[in-house]
């Protein structure tokens, strides 16, 4: 199970790189927020993204060094590894403060929103974006309305692997590539 992580004082907003993958895999941070990507691994990584939210190249980095990005404006950014097709994760910038995470049983809670008018937006990782565009509405929140019902996603097939910084297919390194080596 995907365990997100949501913006918040006491939170520090880092994707460490671990075991060749991303920790958290989501993280959800305020739009204007430095990002650290702190490598931890025993080999190289190179942190992108072209996707939506911010576009960005960290370039190539050694282990225990850390790189960091100023996501500046709202959008869903996709990130990868340059070297290692294995790793992704996304970071959602928002403008907002109020919004929610399903828990394990698909119910989302966002507390404290003040009575006025809205445009909800519904996002999933494996949601097709017409999915997810169809999905979004204006809602009203009053003292009244508790809730906004039931909402179904039906999840689209976004198993394709995605290409590297460059648009191309990711090259199959020999094993002792100086990527998976520790640097003496």
Same mark, same amino acid.
């Given at each position: ?26 993280? &959800?941070? *305020?739009?204007? /927020?430095? %990002? ?5 691994? =025993? ?39 340059? &070297?290692? *097709?294995?790793? /992704?994760? %996304? ?5 907002? =403060? ?87």
């Amino acid at each position: 199970m995907v365990r997100p992580v949501a913006f918040s004082q006491t939170s520090p907003l880092r994707l460490v790189q671990r075991n060749k993958s991303f920790e958290p895999h989501l993280l &959800i941070v *305020p739009v204007g /927020s430095v %990002v650290a990507f702190p490598n931890r691994d =025993p080999f190289f990584h190179n942190v992108f993204s072209l996707f939506e939210g911010k576009r960005f190249d960290l370039g190539l980095y050694e282990p225990a060094a850390r790189a960091m990005c100023t996501l500046t404006k709202a959008g869903i950014s996709y990130i990868f590894c340059n &070297i290692h *097709p294995e790793m /992704s994760a %996304v970071v959602v910038a928002l403008d907002t =403060p109020y919004y929610g995470i399903s828990d394990q049983h698909g119910q989302v809670v966002i507390a404290g929103v003040p009575a006025g008018k809205y445009v909800l937006r519904v996002w999933h990782e494996s949601a097709l974006p017409e999915t997810l565009k169809a999905m979004t509405r204006e809602v009203t929140i009053s003292a009244s309305s508790s809730t906004l019902g039931v909402l179904r996603l039906a999840e689209g097939d976004l198993s394709k692997g995605h290409k590297n910084l460059y648009g191309l297919d990711y090259d199959t390194p020999a094993p002792d590539s100086p990527v998976y080596n520790q640097p003496q």
